[in-house]
């Protein structure tokens, strides 16, 4: 939704033309939202559909479009009326056969995410928006969490958020029923594509058979996902509404060549002492690289830490936590992070190693920007990282701006791609990098030939300079405690 503060407490009319009950009304109003976007202006209408259960939709929407709101509003408000059947299965609780032993669970509507991190933040937006549904309850079913707790909060759930394996094993443990489930949602349904989770959305489609409703939510019609949606869909209406096509015009994009990691790793340095930041978070391509920038983060000063799928789901919940309440200003991530996390003080996302799938791209700079606020999406890339910025930029249908810092530019320019051609500086055409130097230099001027390229000749760079300060979850002092890079 877009997040523009109301300072009258009330039911906002554009929300209240879309036929939602008033206690849905009422939460949103008192959430500050006055205006529905466009996914939520087409997609909850037809999802509520009265009189029946709605149709199947197959909507494809960028984040932070609003979708998480466009399929929970419809789905509470269909779950409301049967709150007070209270011979419902989803009213259960213990069995008289043992002490201490739980009922099956059996959710009347179910949504479906690849990430804990999204099913956790997908439930709290849940509980949010219904604050004022007396009688419902939410749970959430993630792994990584102690098991007996879940099945305490699974015990009278009518709505439940979960990722597909961890679903699957309370179900065949007995603990969950899913035969009385009447809406299901799959959010990012691409992503659980990904993650290999085809077959277990296959075992849930035939569990759930017997569901009114199926809403889908995906960054792309792609076939392997139209191939789905024919599997388990009845006849869906298709809306394709602000996609990850579409320009992210609150958010800047920046994209730095690099020479070489240590190169990458100083202008990191340089844009992370930034006093604009208010938080960020830092891409990494792998758990280690994850680490070990955290680390170092630490030991220059930063209130660092890192989070990726190896830690253990207590501990990724603190930090996320502690990024929510600033505690931590610069989370260094992987892919773990590029779904699920909204948190409108991320002023900056730094994609210091590439995303392996171009998609990805798209999820990662939309952690900034968030709440109606602009953010600044910055990207690292090498010699070697060149097909992959064209194929970011091939599936977002923009190119990315090339941009510099004095006195770190790159000493060589590729000028084989793209850029040559749309007169990046210094740039020539022709294949392969060459040393930037001055106009009419020669190319041999102060470089000497190698096999497999060129290497400048000259003073080395100054290594990256090292900084001392704490380690921990204290936000480092801005002004004198932490020295600014030389611009």
């Known amino acids: 939704m877009n997040a523009t503060p109301n ?83 989803a009213r259960g609780g213990r069995t008289g056969a043992a002490r201490g032993r739980f009922a099956p669970a059996a959710p009347l509507a179910l949504v479906l995410c690849p990430t804990r ?26 792994g990584g969490m102690p098991y007996g707790l879940q099945l305490q909060r699974l015990q009278g759930a009518q709505l439940v958020v979960a990722t597909p394996g961890r679903l699957l094993d ?5 603990h969950v029923r899913l035969d009385a489930v009447r809406h299901a949602v799959l959010d990012e349904a691409d992503r659980m594509l990904d993650l290999g989770f085809a077959e277990d959305l296959a075992d849930i489609h035939a569990l759930t058979v017997a569901r009114q409703q199926t809403l889908m939510f995906s960054a792309t019609f792609a076939p392997r996902v139209q191939a789905l949606a024919e599997r388990i869909m009845r006849t869906p209406q298709r809306m394709a509404l602000q996609t990850a096509q579409d320009a ?47 680390q170092d983060l630490q030991q220059a000063g930063f209130a660092a830490v890192a989070l990726h799928g190896a830690l253990s789901q207590g501990l990724r919940n603190r930090r996320l936590q502690a990024l929510r309440q600033g505690q931590v200003q610069i989370l260094v991530a992987t892919d773990v992070a590029a779904r699920g996390i909204d948190v409108p003080t991320i002023t900056h996302v730094f994609n210091y190693g590439l995303p392996m799938k171009a998609e990805d791209y798209v999820h ?53 791609d793209d850029r040559a051609r749309r007169g990046a500086p210094g740039a020539r055409r022709g294949e392969g990098w060459r ?50 890079a030389a611009r």
């Open 248 to 294: 992210h015009t609150h958010i800047e994009q920046r994209l730095y060549w690099c020479d070489s990691p240590a190169h990458k790793r100083q202008l990191l340095d340089h844009w992370l002492r930034d006093e604009g930041i208010e938080q960020a978070i830092v891409f990494a391509s792998t758990q280690i690289e994850c680490d070990e920038l955290a």
């Open 7 to 89: 300072a009258a407490a009330g039911r906002s009319h554009a929300f209240a033309s879309l036929g939602l009950h008033d206690a849905l009304l009422r939460a949103v109003a008192e959430l500050g939202f006055t205006e529905p976007t466009p996914v939520q202006q087409a997609a909850i209408p037809a999802a509520l559909a009265r009189p029946g259960a709605g149709a199947d939709l197959m909507v494809s929407s960028r984040t932070g479009s609003g979708k998480t709101a466009a399929y929970l509003l419809p789905v509470l408000d269909a779950l409301i009326p049967l709150l007070s059947a209270t011979d419902h299965p």
């Open 364 to 416: 990662r700079i939309g952690r900034t920007g968030r709440a109606g606020r602009r953010g600044l999406a910055v990207t690292m890339a090498e010699a070697r990282d060149r097909r992959r910025i064209g194929a970011i930029e091939a599936m977002s249908r923009q190119p990315i701006p090339a941009a510099t810092i004095e006195g770190l530019e790159p000493k060589r320019v590729f000028v084989g």
């Open 170 to 174: 309370l179900q065949r443990s007995g």
């Open 435 to 484: 040393p930037r130097g001055p106009a009419g230099a020669s190319r041999r001027e102060g470089s000497v030939r190698r096999e497999g390229g060129w290497r400048t000749e000259g003073a080395a760079r100054s290594p990256r300079p090292s900084h001392e300060g704490g380690v921990g979850y204290a936000p480092a002092r801005r002004g004198g405690e932490r020295p600014r």
């Open 117 to 142: 991190e999204l099913a956790q933040q997908v439930a709290r937006d849940a509980i949010d928006l219904a604050r004022y549904v007396r009688g419902l309850r939410i749970a959430t079913v993630v």
